[in-house]
């Protein structure tokens, strides 16, 4: 049977696609921008019909359909890997219910830890003439999840970019079910909020450690995109890109001619990544573009493979730090913000490299509710929140107001330099706190 012939024997409206989901089905659906749309909306049609679906997602970029229609709040169980925005707006309704993951792990879980799943459904870019679909800016862990299905269903979404590999970015026609032609939305635009004073001078402190050559991985946050635009606007040379996300600032970086791969001792002069989110820009950059190369996470984020690039440069974010060297990154307290992702691997990446450095970047305050200032540097984690950085694999704390390496530093040294950069406002009380702690010798600044 030819490619085409079985493409149309399998093409199915998105209504008779979605009637295979039973009530305690597990159902994958779809990662980031490809997780369903047309889909969503058949299946939130059976809303009042089906109990106690368990459903799988990761960084949700639009509300669910199905979520809006169960009102009772019994037909569908959300789930998440990693909270989105979108997902903490769907906790403010219901329940949402966090996997606690190291991001380089993820495939390996779904193929070996999880429930079976039952349903997986995705968007995916059209057939080619080999008869794949390409998962496109959302490689991840989509194959693990295609292959652990019971029942695979693609939506073909024609402003889906194909993402070139790299390993794992397409699903043959064989391995697919159902197919349904979708609605064709856009991709969502997820643009990087605009860069503080604080986060400019945060990322100025990182900028002096990158020396050219180096390879550069930027998590999510305001200081990490700073970092990106101060390369992009700096005279760096022969930069690399190794990273789990692949957003503008890269594009930025690539066109000013910073990065070229050249020096990278794996997939040289290729833009390594495991998803890609961002503007039109973005997907436009990485449409059919043999410069950038897609992998599964397990690839991209395993420490020991990204760490063969020397000078493996990290930036990621975080909520607050305490006077050990902990870093939370993913809950105020026992509020689920996000999760940890990648953070963790990349820490430990840097770190390994040979010349690499992991730098965690935040603002030294934020402003409460109350508008009053409060300090990120604290003198310990707020209860309930997750530790997702330990204090022995910490490498480089960095806030507007200098960086402190923690690596071999006792508890008095990391003390006294994480409070070093911390708000001036906020030095005393910390001074204190840490007395109170024993961790504060009498002969440490005052």
Request: hydrophobic residues 40%.
């Amino acid at each position: 049977m030819s490619f085409t012939a079985e493409y149309k024997s399998k093409l199915v409206t998105a209504d008779e696609a979605v009637a295979c989901v039973k009530s305690g089905d597990w159902v994958d659906y779809g990662a980031l921008n490809g997780q369903v749309y047309t889909l969503d909306k058949a299946l939130a049609k059976r809303a009042d019909e089906l109990k106690d679906v368990k459903l799988w997602s990761i960084l949700t970029l639009r509300y669910p359909e199905i979520l809006k229609a169960d009102q009772k709040q019994e037909a569908f169980i959300w789930h998440s890997w990693h909270l989105s925005g979108v997902d903490r707006k769907v906790a403010a309704d219901r329940s949402v219910y966090y996997s606690s993951i190291r991001y380089s792990e993820l495939p390996r879980y779904v193929l070996e830890n999880i429930e079976p799943i039952d349903v997986a459904m995705m968007q995916v870019a059209p057939m080619d003439s080999h008869g794949f679909f390409n998962f496109g800016p959302q490689n991840s862990h989509c194959k693990a999840v295609c292959d652990r299905a019971k029942i695979v269903i693609v939506e073909v979404n024609q402003n889906m970019p194909r993402c070139l590999g790299g390993y794992e970015e397409a699903i043959h026609i064989s391995q697919v079910d159902y197919i349904v032609e979708g609605e064709s939305p856009l991709l969502v635009d997820y643009a990087a909020n605009a860069a503080t004073e604080a986060d400019k001078k945060t990322a100025a402190f990182v900028l002096e450690e990158i020396p050219d050559g180096a390879c550069i991985q930027l998590g999510i946050g305001g200081s990490a995109s700073a970092v990106g635009e101060m390369i992009a606007a700096s005279d760096l040379k022969d930069l690399g890109c190794h990273t789990e996300m692949l957003h503008d600032s890269y594009v930025d970086m690539y066109q000013a001619g910073r990065i070229t791969g050249r020096c990278k001792a794996i997939d040289p002069g290729k833009m390594t990544y495991a998803f890609a989110l961002g503007t039109q820009k973005l997907y436009k950059f990485i449409n059919d573009n043999p410069r950038c190369a897609s992998f599964p996470v397990n690839y991209t984020n395993n420490p020991d493979i990204a760490a063969l690039n020397d000078n493996l440069i990290t930036i990621n974010g975080a909520i607050e730090v305490d006077l050990y060297g902990q870093v939370c990154s993913e809950t105020s307290g026992t509020r689920m913000i996000s999760g940890t992702g990648g953070q963790l691997d990349f820490v430990l990446a840097g770190y390994k490299s040979k010349g690499g450095k992991s730098f965690i970047c935040l603002p030294s305050v934020n402003r409460g509710g109350d508008g009053q200032l409060k300090t990120r540097i604290v003198p310990i984690i707020t209860p309930g929140g997750v530790v997702t950085d330990p204090r022995s694999v910490a490498h480089y704390i960095v806030t507007e107001y200098g960086k402190f390496c923690l690596k071999g530093m006792s508890v008095w040294q990391r003390a006294e330099g994480l409070i070093g950069i911390a708000h001036p406002d906020m030095r005393d009380d910390l001074i204190n706190a840490a007395e109170k702690q024993g961790i504060w010798r009498r002969t440490n600044r005052k």
